[in-house]
């Protein structure tokens, strides 16, 4: 089991506070096992493992506490027995009705003294009622797919002779959602896999969830975003491309769905900034995938929008790393990612090879435009250091192995 370091070490500091810590992320993503890894911190530092109380909400086994009422009558019955500070784990909590009636019941219960870490897979987990009940009281953490220094120590775990750049070529092709570990990464079996991940995101986390009707337009919208990630995106110009099939759909839908899939965590919204004016553009944003193998998955290969997938690899990688993360906009030029972390200001161009002094130009000249101290970094697969002006060149797997 890949122990997912970068997630622990952030969930640390909350272990055994007053506060709710909530995991969230696409389904299959990791967030039970990141359950368990919490439980075997706990053992580690001396918690008796009877003092924790676990419940999967997708094992039919427990599907009388799917009510607020009886899951609360049960964790109280279950810690009237343990006598003891009790740690509850609930998984995928999103299938209990009002759940977060239950959650803020137990937190505020001077009666007995609860640890409570829950996962879903829908970003409405914190919106709405959630807020009022919590607010103040939760921190969230995103479990994303495997980063590639991950996955490379997943692999290591069954070829310990594979190269970095070996692992890395199997990154760019399996992409990184924890199970195809188990499938040892084989070809078909893989694709079945996410092409039946993704069918169970239509379904259970937006189509189902949003009581939408038509699945068919649904996924055509859905498709057509995910074929064209790190393109610029109009909602404008979906609904014209449907028009001219005889399909009469109006932006609002469109824009609903999509909101559909970025609540499901399956994508990224990416806004634009104007570098020069300091505001945030609210047209031609852009759209990546949380892995680009489902792409690949459900559409056609990758190989031959390598450009694209680089930079959704990238832009993960961002968010892994908590990085707040726009699309620059300089006169008329763009730059692929401009990251901010409180103080912290790195701008990113992402391409897969510098083949020609055309491609070099396009890549630097951007960030070259920008009159502002913050690193600068060109990215890409060459080896060679093609750095210039201040502006460093970084080959992709050495910026994606660093801490």
Same mark, same amino acid.
């Given at each position: ?24 992320? @696409? ?18 530092? +001396? ?53 977060? !009636? ?13 640890? &409570? ?7 409405? #987990? ?14 969230? %953490?995103? @479990?994303?797919?495997?980063? %590639? ?5 997943? *692999? ?11 692992? %890395? ?9 924890? /199970?195809?570990?188990?499938?040892? /990464? ?25 009581? =939408?009707? $038509? ?9 057509? *975003? &995910?074929?064209?990630? +790190? ?8 609904? !014209? ?13 469109? *824009? ?9 965590? #399956? @994508? ?7 570098? =020069? ?16 193998? =489902? ?26 790393? +908590? ?6 906009? @300089? ?5 692929? %990612? ?46 060679? $250091?093609?750095?210039?002006? +201040? ?13």
């Amino acid at each position: 089991m890949t122990k997912r370091e970068l997630y622990i070490e952030k969930i640390k500091p909350f272990i055994n506070k007053d506060i709710i810590k909530v995991l969230t992320g @696409i389904r299959r993503s990791g967030k039970s096992v990141m359950l368990k890894l919490i439980m075997e911190e706990l053992k580690q530092n +001396g918690i008796d493992e009877k003092q924790f109380i676990n419940i999967n909400f997708e094992n039919l086994i427990n599907r009388e506490l799917t009510t607020s009422d009886k899951l609360h009558k049960y964790i109280l019955k279950k810690a009237s027995e343990i006598k003891k500070k009790c740690y509850i784990f609930l998984d995928e909590i999103q299938e209990v009705k009002d759940w977060e !009636k239950c959650i803020n019941s137990l937190r505020v219960n001077d009666g007995y003294d609860f640890d &409570i870490y829950i996962t879903g897979s829908n970003a409405k #987990l914190l919106s709405g009622e959630l807020s009022t009940y919590l607010a103040g009281r939760y921190v969230e %953490f995103v @479990i994303y797919p495997f980063s %590639f220094k991950e996955f490379l120590e997943t *692999l290591k775990s069954i070829q310990q002779d594979v190269s970095t750049r070996e692992a %890395f070529q199997k990154y760019v092709k399996f992409g990184g959602m924890p /199970f195809l570990y188990n499938l040892a /990464f084989e070809e078909e079996a893989s694709l079945q896999y996410l092409k039946d991940i993704y069918s169970s995101i239509i379904l259970k986390d937006i189509t189902q969830r949003n009581k =939408i009707r $038509d699945t068919d337009l649904l996924e055509r919208v859905i498709n057509y *975003l &995910i074929m064209n990630v +790190g393109n610029n995106f109009s909602a404008t110009s979906i609904s !014209k491309f449907f028009k001219s099939e005889n399909r009469k759909v109006s932006v609002e839908t469109i *824009l609903n769905y999509i909101k559909a899939a970025e609540e499901a965590f #399956l @994508i990224y919204k990416v806004s634009r900034d104007d570098l =020069i004016g300091k505001k945030i553009l609210n047209v031609n944003e852009k759209y990546y995938i949380v892995d680009h193998r =489902i792409r690949e998955a459900i559409l056609e290969s990758n190989q031959r929008d390598i450009n694209q997938i680089f930079k959704n690899i990238i832009y993960l990688e961002l968010l892994r790393r +908590g990085y707040n993360v726009r699309v620059g906009k @300089i006169d008329n030029l763009e730059v692929d %990612f401009v990251c901010t972390k409180g103080n912290e200001k790195i701008y990113i161009q992402v391409a897969y090879l510098l083949a020609s002094p055309e491609t070099t130009e396009r890549e630097f000249s951007s960030l070259e435009k920008i009159n502002d101290n913050y690193p600068k970094y060109v990215i890409s697969m060459d080896e060679f $250091d093609m750095s210039r002006n +201040g502006i460093r060149h970084i080959n992709i797997i050495d910026f994606l192995i660093k801490s």
